[in-house]
């Protein structure tokens, strides 16, 4: 049964298979186990790049597409959502309104520079991406009657999903039965099934053909297919899924703007987290997540607590300030590329099939 449900591809890795289980079980039991505010907004952020860069690593790691309009497809999904709630009052109608139009939006765009620029190689289609994704950013700060310019725009969702909303008067196990609670699954049990799909997605014949494309473009072409129009339908359908996370986004902050995910630096988060994880599996997306957003929000705590604990001790004090916290977010980011070259997952599977190796001889 959990074999067809992961669409036979195991984690076949022991210890990826443990920190898998316990990833999906501490995400499943945030509110209870860490009830505080910061905590279920990092297990939320968590399952949003889940989706998010799983959605991507179609494209890089199981197509070899480099594009970096990836935020765009992600923000039109958060712009779509806060539009449609602003312009027709909090409702079901209204999210779904927005859904749908965000979908249809990405689907034409996609499509678009998929059949426009996927001819084009390498370098030269990233950068085509890039443009693409900086215009429409410009256009998202300019419109500011439609999507509120600088300021973005903040809605109410409906009235199940508001924090007001109580559906228990005594908290359960010590979490807030509400509407944030209610939110908080809605994202969860929404993001485990995307990533599901895509598992079920690059396991498919469709998604071997993308390995062949990522493998050798002008072989697969010579076998008869026609790349440009595979690589397109991974490209729609990655930019499909990237807009689904913009607007689970969307939904738990209720509030959408240029920065909360059009910016440059999400492209780059996005391209660290599959580096970390690695690259051309699903499982990757979800270890890298865990690991960058984790670092990204609790590093600066470690480091107050090293910075009053070194307080004596001047360069050492210095070096551990909070202040400091993206130097030594960088300097982890480069010791996890040097020892996991292939990724965290890549690494554990490789340690796996040489004990597997060791064991037979």
Not at 24 to 44: H, R, S, Y
Not at 90 to 118: D, E, F, K
Not at 185 to 208: D, E, H, K, Q
Request: net charge positive; proline share 3%.
């Amino acid at each position: 049964m959990m074999s067809r449900l992961l669409s036979h591809d195991g984690p076949r890795s022991r210890v990826l298979a443990a920190l898998l289980i316990l990833i999906v079980l501490a995400l499943a039991l945030t509110p209870f186990l860490f009830p505080g505010t910061k905590a279920l907004n990092v297990a939320a952020k968590i399952i949003v790049f889940i989706v998010l860069v799983a959605s991507f690593d179609l494209l890089l790691g199981y197509t070899g597409i480099v594009s970096f309009a990836h935020t765009m497809f992600f923000g039109i999904g958060a712009y779509g959502v806060a539009i449609a709630s602003t312009r027709l009052g909090p409702g079901w109608g209204s999210i779904a309104l927005g859904v749908g139009a965000a979908l249809a939006v990405s689907l034409l765009l996609s499509l678009l520079i998929g059949l426009a620029s996927l001819r084009v190689k390498a370098i030269f289609f990233a950068m085509i991406t890039l443009a693409v994704a900086s215009a429409f950013l410009t256009l998202a700060s300019q419109l500011s009657d439609f999507t509120g310019g600088e300021d973005g725009l903040n809605f109410k969702v409906p009235e199940a999903l508001q924090p007001g909303t109580s559906y228990r008067e005594a908290p359960l196990l010590g979490a807030a039965i509400d509407g944030r609670f209610a939110t908080y699954y809605l994202l969860f049990f929404t993001a485990l099934v995307l990533v599901l799909a895509m598992l079920r997605i690059v396991n498919s014949p469709f998604g071997r053909v993308l390995q062949a494309i990522r493998e050798n473009d002008f072989r697969a072409e010579a076998i008869g297919y026609r790349t440009v129009v595979w690589r397109t339908i991974a490209s729609v359908l990655s930019a499909l899924f990237a807009t689904l996370a913009g607007c689970l986004l969307a939904l738990w902050l209720r509030y959408q703007g240029p920065d909360t995910s059009l910016s440059f630096e999400i492209m780059l988060d996005i391209l660290l987290v599959v580096v970390i994880g690695g690259m051309g599996t699903i499982y990757g997306a979800v270890i890298g997540s865990v690991l960058f957003v984790i670092a990204q929000n609790y590093l600066q705590d470690l480091l107050k607590l090293g910075a009053s604990a070194a307080e004596g001790v001047p360069v050492l004090a210095a070096l551990v300030s909070p202040d400091r916290w993206l130097l030594w977010l960088g300097l982890l980011f480069v010791l996890s590329v040097y020892h996991f070259p292939t990724g965290v997952v890549g690494r554990l599977r490789a340690w796996r099939a040489q004990s597997t190796a060791g064991d037979k001889r």
